[in-house]
């Protein structure tokens, strides 16, 4: 089955930076959406970014410009560099991934990774 790993979390000051990753495993298909959620405390998990197959990314209008979201397919990872974070980024994110060749933020993701948690402060 399909398991998600996230690392890289952890505490950092207002216009610091963060990269967080996640290492996939058990993917079956060939074509995939992976990308980041975050869940800030008291608050509905919203979209932060998407990567497709081919690596075409889409962002959430708050993170754009100061986030990046890159991956490795040799090693079956991706990335999200988080620059100039504000107090508001403050979220555990959440690693996902799911079979499709066009990806967006409001589909539908199966695969969900334990989350990790940022803070920004």
């Known amino acids: 089955h399909v398991q998600l790993v996230e690392s890289g979390g952890g505490s950092v000051q207002a216009g610091g930076s963060l990269k967080i990753s996640c290492v996939a495993s058990?993917?079956?298909?060939?074509?995939?959406?992976m990308g980041w959620f975050r869940q800030a405390p008291g608050k509905e998990r919203v979209g932060v970014a998407t990567?497709?197959?081919?690596?075409?990314?889409n962002y959430a209008d708050s993170v754009k410009g100061r986030f990046t979201i890159s991956k490795d397919n040799a090693n079956n990872t991706v990335y999200l560099q988080m620059d100039n974070l504000d107090p508001q980024d403050t979220a555990v994110y959440y690693c996902?991934?799911?079979?499709?060749?066009?990806?967006?933020?409001?589909?539908?993701?199966?695969?969900w990774g334990q989350g990790t948690q940022v803070t920004v402060s």
């Open positions: 990567i497709d197959s081919s690596g075409y990314p």
């Open positions: 058990g993917l079956t298909h060939s074509v995939y959406c």
């Open positions: 996902v991934a799911e079979s499709g060749y066009i990806c967006t933020r409001s589909m539908n993701y199966n695969h």
